[in-house]
T-cell receptor
């Protein structure tokens, strides 16, 4: 079963529009972490945010904001007033560090390709 | 401030050739990982290591071998490369204290198998 679902394969908006990237996760753990990474055309993975399962406060960082809702197992990412430089692939990921054994690594969604048109 | 360094960054192989990707981290992390990234598939875990001298299989281990002889290095080997192994490979590491789950990634290695 897919643990992290990013249903939007590709989104295209015009610059200055707001855009929300959806992320739905699945876990049986009570302690877990959620992440968003950005992958610009240059290819590196850029860490954006980490949220632990006990902190449901929404977070805002400049034009970026994140909405974490445990009731719907979602961790959505909104970019306000989008810019061309926001064009990238965005990955949502889940870490279950206390799952016992195993990799305790990150499980990634398949990514959302965001295209900001000028 | 190197973090996680992968070499080489790019490589072209012919089917059947072998090669090794090297990952080095300078953060004294216990855990290290190799992922592959394919279009539309996200990142998938190939192998991982929870400490020096230990390795384990991830989600897509077939066709790869790994070694962790030194804590700071994690090697990914392809003994007989196949076109299906054309991909971008990412190495990552993380610490255990505190255990925040955050992975630190290298810049990626693009491998093409002809």
């Amino acid at each position: 079963a897919q643990k992290v679902t990013q249903a939007q394969t590709e989104i295209s908006v015009v610059e200055k529009e707001d855009v929300t990237l959806d992320c739905v996760y699945e876990t049986r753990d009570t302690t877990y972490y959620l992440f968003w990474y950005k992958q610009p055309p240059s290819g590196e993975l850029v860490f954006l945010i980490r949220r632990n399962s006990f902190d449901e406060q929404n977070e805002i960082s400049g034009r970026y904001s994140w909405n974490f809702q445990k009731s719907t197992s979602s961790f959505n990412f909104t970019i306000t007033a989008s810019q061309v430089v926001d064009s990238a692939v965005y990955f949502c990921a889940l870490s279950e560090p206390h799952s016992g054994g195993g990799a305790d690594g990150l499980t990634f969604g398949k990514g959302t390709h965001l295209i900001i048109q000028p | 401030n190197a973090g996680v360094t992968q070499t080489p960054k790019f490589r072209v192989l012919k089917t059947g050739q072998s090669m090794t990707l090297l990952c080095a981290q300078d953060m004294n992390h216990e855990y290290m990982y190799w992922y592959r990234q394919d279009p539309g598939m996200g990142l998938r875990l190939i192998h991982y290591s929870v400490g020096e001298g230990t390795t384990a299989k991830g989600e897509v281990p077939d066709g790869y071998n790994v070694s962790r002889l030194k804590k700071q290095n994690f090697l990914l080997g392809l003994e007989s490369a196949a076109p299906s192994q054309t991909s971008v490979y990412f190495c990552a590491s993380r610490g255990t204290v505190p255990n925040t789950g955050e992975l630190f990634f290298g810049e990626g290695s693009r491998l093409t198998v002809l």
